[in-house]
């Protein structure tokens, strides 16, 4: 199963912007990676976690939250097996644990996913 890593969170005053990355690891058969369909999520403290933005298999297509529609900007690079999320006019509520996934099953919605990094921590503040 594949692995993810994420990176680039912090912490920034609202308006401020970041881009989060997500490499892969651990494909049996890169040859496949652009079949896969490939997500962000989200999750506040005491809150479920959210849908951000994914983009369909070989980069056809992206679909985001209306919350974050117009800021985000979800892309990847295929060759080099990593995800993006550029976060422009960053919100306080915008505040979370970011996951990447990845949904290899064939389909993709938000409930299509099911490999998951460990998180990177977005904090903005007013």
């Known amino acids: 199963q594949v692995k993810f890593l994420e990176s680039g969170g912090g912490s920034v005053q609202a308006g401020g912007s970041l881009r989060l990355s997500c490499t892969a690891s651990?494909?049996?058969?890169?040859?496949?990676?652009?079949?896969?369909?490939m997500g962000w999520f989200r999750q506040a403290p005491g809150k479920e976690r959210e849908g951000v933005a994914r983009?369909?298999?070989?980069?056809?297509?992206?679909y985001y939250a209306d919350s974050v529609k117009g800021r985000f900007t979800i892309s990847q690079d295929n060759a080099k097996k990593t995800l993006f999320l550029e976060m422009n006019s960053l919100k306080p509520d915008d505040t979370a644990m970011y996951y990447c996934?990845?949904?290899?099953?064939?389909?993709?919605?938000?409930?299509?996913?099911?490999?998951w990094g460990q998180g990177t921590q977005v904090t903005v503040s007013s």
């Open positions: 983009i369909t298999f070989g980069g056809g297509s992206t």
């Open positions: 651990g494909y049996s058969d890169s040859r496949y990676y652009r079949d896969y369909c």
């Open positions: 996934a990845a949904s290899i099953s064939g389909s993709c919605y938000w409930g299509s996913f099911t490999s």
